[in-house]
């Protein structure tokens, strides 16, 4: 059964930076797409940033480009953003997905993890 559990959010000030982390487990991601998603109450859940485990390949929200970066260690299982120069629009509930997806893609996740909050205070 496939297992994906954040954690790393918190409450940071504008202009800051949090990494979260993402451990997965349950099945071999070798060939997995794995991707942050956030939910800002009162929204929908809109994707962040993406990687594809095998060849390190990243796709990035727009919103997030240049201030958030996705990286993967494979011997620990665990996707990490880097979330540097934080606003206080991106607090929200960041979730890890996963997917059999061959390259980083915004949709067409199917195992998702329970979240982390992230709030960022003006």
């Known amino acids: 059964q496939v297992q994906l559990v954040e954690s790393g959010g918190g409450l940071v000030q504008a202009g800051g930076s949090l990494r979260l982390s993402c451990a997965a487990s349950?099945?071999?991601?070798?060939?997995?797409?794995m991707g942050w998603f956030r939910q800002a109450p009162g929204k929908e859940r809109e994707f962040v940033a993406a990687?594809?485990?095998?060849?390190?390949?990243?796709y990035y929200a727009d919103s997030v480009k240049g201030r958030f970066t996705i990286n993967r260690d494979n011997a620990k299982n665990t996707v990490y953003l880097q979330m540097n120069s934080l606003k206080p629009e991106d607090t929200a509930v960041y979730y890890c997905?996963?997917?059999?997806?061959?390259?980083?893609?915004?949709?067409?996740?199917?195992?998702w993890g329970q979240g982390t909050q992230v709030t960022v205070s003006s």
């Open positions: 997905a996963a997917a059999d997806l061959r390259s980083p893609q915004t949709s067409g996740y199917n195992y």
């Open positions: 349950g099945r071999t991601f070798s060939s997995y797409t």
């Open positions: 990687i594809n485990w095998s060849s390190g390949s990243t």
